[in-house]
């Protein structure tokens, strides 16, 4: 049926909005403990490079493939209205649009109130920066940050790649990104076991990071964004997170980045955006340019849907 994705992302983000995440049974925690008790059990020489990828790489292939595989006879074997229930529920326990906000506003409201210990209890859960060493400039803007980088991993590139490939897609890109989450570090342990996902992670995320930072620019401070975009995205060590952060922050004319606390000490980040400090609106204003970005997404579908219908395609 021809409208099927609009009709499919649009249940998605109505069950996102009525539900929210499944607080028991969520299947993304059910696949981070696979994920920890394979990762304990494979990578066991991180000081041997080669063996080190070499296991990391198999790893990815065997927590993912059998799923991903699932997800293939699951879109073969269904049709009709029972693989457009399938795909709307695969979108939804994929997407978090409810869960950024809910948390976004967490840290928020708190900073309203000047309650600066509670807003940092909130962003401690959210980034993995020493919440206790964040001023309130701080914490506002670890939380901008979240937000809109959360909102490319968790909602644009969900509803990308549920357009571009049905469940597979969806499926694939939110167990590789949960994957890059949990072994992408740049630490001895995990530089060399969590490459192959946080490269696969990249390729994956590279046409929607910059949808995003696309629709960050319309949506916002268009001049700003799109000079930001150009200009500081290239000196941020994350491809896709580069071009979303710059762009956002351009767009919400606040200023990002720059040195931050975290347990293993001060990291210097080149400073993105604008001019106007982090604070508890900015967080707020991070919120709405998601969500307005997924109805802007949505519109998109909806206009490409009727234009195929008109030329009879």
């Given at each position: 049926m021809l409208f099927t994705p609009l009709i499919v992302c649009t249940l998605a983000l109505l069950l996102d909005r009525l539900l929210g995440e499944p607080r028991r049974w969520h299947p993304l925690v059910g696949f981070g403990r696979i994920v920890t008790a394979v990762e304990k059990t494979w990578n066991t020489q991180p000081d041997r490079p080669a063996r080190s990828l070499f296991a990391g790489s198999g790893a990815l292939l065997l927590v993912t493939l059998p799923i991903v595989a699932v997800a293939v006879w699951i879109s073969v074997a269904?049709?009709?209205?029972?693989?457009?229930?399938?795909?709307?529920?695969?979108?939804?326990?994929?997407?978090s649009l409810r869960g950024l906000t809910e948390h976004g506003q967490a840290v928020a409201k708190p900073l309203q109130r000047g309650d600066l210990d509670t807003a940092r209890y909130h962003v401690s859960r959210i980034v993995s920066r020493q919440a206790s060493a964040l001023d309130q400039q701080g914490v506002a803007a670890a939380a901008t940050e979240s937000m809109l980088e959360n909102g490319a991993d968790a909602v644009f590139a969900s509803l990308f790649w549920l357009l571009i490939a049905g469940i597979p897609g969806v499926v694939l890109h939110r167990?590789?990104?949960?994957?890059?989450?949990?072994?992408?570090?740049?630490?001895?342990?995990?530089?060399?076991f969590?490459?192959?996902?946080?490269?696969?992670?990249?390729?994956?995320?590279?046409?929607?990071?910059?949808?995003?930072?696309?629709?960050?620019?319309?949506?916002?401070?268009?001049?700003?964004?799109?000079?930001?975009?150009?200009?500081?995205?290239?000196?941020?060590?994350?491809?896709?997170?580069?071009?979303?952060?710059?762009a956002g922050a351009g767009a919400l004319n606040v200023r990002l980045g720059g040195p931050s606390p975290y347990p293993s000490g001060i990291k210097q980040r080149p400073t993105l955006g604008g001019t106007q400090p982090a604070?508890?609106?900015?967080?707020?204003?991070?919120?709405?340019?998601?969500?307005?970005?997924?109805?802007?997404?949505?519109?998109?579908?909806?206009a490409v849907t009727l234009l195929i219908y008109v030329m009879g395609f």
């Amino acid at each position: 049926m021809l409208f099927t994705p609009l009709i499919v992302c649009t249940l998605a983000l109505l069950l996102d909005r009525l539900l929210g995440e499944p607080r028991r049974w969520h299947p993304l925690v059910g696949f981070g403990r696979i994920v920890t008790a394979v990762e304990k059990t494979w990578n066991t020489q991180p000081d041997r490079p080669a063996r080190s990828l070499f296991a990391g790489s198999g790893a990815l292939l065997l927590v993912t493939l059998p799923i991903v595989a699932v997800a293939v006879w699951i879109s073969v074997a269904l049709s009709g209205l029972w693989l457009l229930v399938a795909q709307a529920v695969a979108l939804w326990l994929a997407i978090s649009l409810r869960g950024l906000t809910e948390h976004g506003q967490a840290v928020a409201k708190p900073l309203q109130r000047g309650d600066l210990d509670t807003a940092r209890y909130h962003v401690s859960r959210i980034v993995s920066r020493q919440a206790s060493a964040l001023d309130q400039q701080g914490v506002a803007a670890a939380a901008t940050e979240s937000m809109l980088e959360n909102g490319a991993d968790a909602v644009f590139a969900s509803l990308f790649w549920l357009l571009i490939a049905g469940i597979p897609g969806v499926v694939l890109h939110r167990m590789v990104n949960t994957l890059d989450a949990m072994w992408g570090y740049r630490n001895p342990r995990f530089l060399y076991f969590g490459r192959a996902a946080a490269r696969l992670d990249d390729i994956l995320g590279w046409v929607p990071a910059r949808l995003t930072a696309l629709t960050y620019a319309l949506l916002g401070k268009r001049t700003i964004a799109l000079h930001c975009w150009r200009t500081q995205a290239p000196e941020w060590d994350s491809p896709n997170a580069g071009p979303v952060m710059a762009a956002g922050a351009g767009a919400l004319n606040v200023r990002l980045g720059g040195p931050s606390p975290y347990p293993s000490g001060i990291k210097q980040r080149p400073t993105l955006g604008g001019t106007q400090p982090a604070s508890a609106s900015s967080i707020e204003a991070a919120i709405a340019l998601v969500r307005h970005g997924t109805w802007l997404w949505l519109g998109v579908v909806f206009a490409v849907t009727l234009l195929i219908y008109v030329m009879g395609f």
